[in-house]
Structure formats: structure tokens, C-alpha cells
């Protein structure tokens, strides 16, 4: 298990340390993705959130500094403003689902008091979340999806086991991107 640290004034969890960011920044070069907009991970996002019935979804790819959602899907059209597309690394649970390589649900994230002190549930509202890793072919967990609601949910294991599958079937398409099939 990857190290964890703590902030010793308030005893929760903060970010993970991610060892694994510097080899998965060279390999997404490798893959030519997770720095720009991608209208196949857009159009992914937006059958996620159709999917799970949530109003936000991403495919998420995380570096050293900061997580970049390659594929968004947001209610009000918000997929077009970059600055949207960036999120500070120590935001959000999706690098907690990296290092942990483990799928992710959290219903109501003020339930959990190791994650209820991220910054997403004072700045942005964030109630929910579900999210699970992608991990491709040489065992690098490359990022996310996840989707995420203002509103607590009830993702049960239905909501699990979609997320899960969801992202392998998203790793089956970067394979065949990488393997010149798309």
C-alpha cells in the first residue's frame, strides 16, 4: 500500500503519495493522451453520466501536479472553458483511486471523515462520488472515470460494478487506440 500522509492538526487523510507519477506521465506521452480535450473521451463521459443517471462524469488523467479530465460531461455544456479541465492534484478522490488501484464509492462524502475535509465539498459542493482506476496493459494505473453529483446517492453495488466496467471498457479502447485500431 502506498504511503498516506496526515495533517497532524486535523488527523484526516490527506492526498496519497503517488510514486507511480512520474513512469504513468511518460507512459500517457506514449499513448498521446490526458493533456488535451478529447472529443472520444467527451463522448465516453457523456455515456457515463447517461449510464450512472449522475450529473457529472469524467475520464480523468493524473500527473505529479494536477489531474486533467480528457473527457467531460457537465449538465450545463461547461465541457467547452479549460479551466474546467484542470483540477489541482490534492482536489477530488480520483488520486486516492490511483495509488490505491481500487474502485471508489462514496455516498455521501461528509459520512467519511477522511475525505469529507477535501477542498471539492466546500468549493464546488460535491456530495457523491464513484470512480474506478484505468489500469491498461502494463499494470499502469493510467487515471479515472468517475462521476459525481451535489446530492448524496445511493451508487450500491449496481453503481460498483458499472463503474467497473465502464473503465475497463474505456482501457480496451486506449489498447486499441495504442494498437492503431482507432
Known sequence: MAPMSYDPTTHL??????????????????????????PE???FARRLAGVT???????????????????LHAPDG??????????????????????RRKA????????YPRFAGNPVV????????????LIDRTGMTLGTVCVVDHEPRRWGRQGLETIKSMAAELVEQIQLRERGGL
Open 53 to 71: 443517471g449522475a450529473p457529472y462524469a469524467m475520464v480523468n488523467f493524473i500527473d505529479e501536479h494536477r489531474q486533467f479530465f480528457a473527457g
Open 78 to 99: 461547461g465541457e467547452a472553458d479549460p479551466a474546467r479541465r484542470v483540477l489541482a492534484r490534492d482536489h477530488g478522490y480520483c488520486p486516492h483511486v490511483v495509488v
Open 41 to 43: 473521451f467527451d463522448a
Open 104 to 111: 471508489l464509492v462514496l455516498e455521501d462524502i461528509r459520512d
Open 122 to 133: 466546500d468549493e464546488t459542493g460535491i456530495r457523491s462520488y464513484l470512480g474506478a482506476p
Open 13 to 38: 487523510l490527506l492526498t496519497p503519495e503517488d510514486a507511480e507519477a512520474p513512469r504513468r506521465v511518460v507512459r500517457l506521452r506514449e499513448l498521446g493522451i490526458g493533456e488535451a480535450p478529447d
